[in-house]
């Protein structure tokens, strides 16, 4: 009974061990990569959301950018800041983009229709 106990104790401390090590590669393996700069357009069409998105994730810091003269380019390499993924931006655009289609079809049946209805 305490052998298995010791077992499970080093099974686990191993385990453990083991995640760290994996982790520390996994970031040296992220630092050793080049960065991956974008333009605002860009980094937005590869996020799935607008550019104003993209300017305000770099004005709050939660997506990484260097500032080269006057442009500002997104590091698609850096992970996002804060927690925020690239996939949780990009599906926070999906429902903004839903909403903005519905909104859209709505304006375009009426110029469909010939114009303002009373």
């Not at 996020?47 to 698609?76: F, K």
């Not at 999906?94 to 010939?114: C, I, K, P, Y």
Request: with cysteine; hydrophobic share 45%.
């Amino acid at each position: 009974m305490i052998d298995e106990a010791i077992r499970a104790a080093v099974t686990e401390a191993i385990a453990a061990s083991e995640a760290r090590i994996i982790a520390a590669m996994r970031e040296a393996i992220r630092q050793a990569q080049p960065a991956r700069l974008l333009s605002v357009a860009d980094a937005a069409v590869e996020l799935g959301i607008s550019q104003c998105s993209v300017r305000r994730h770099v004005a709050d810091c939660t997506l990484p950018s260097r500032r080269v003269g006057a442009r500002v380019l997104v590091d698609l390499s850096q992970p996002a800041s804060d927690g925020v993924s690239t996939m949780q931006l990009g599906s926070l655009s999906d429902a903004a983009r839903r909403g903005l289609d519905a909104n859209t079809a709505g304006v375009t049946q009426q110029g469909r229709r010939g114009g303002r209805q009373s």
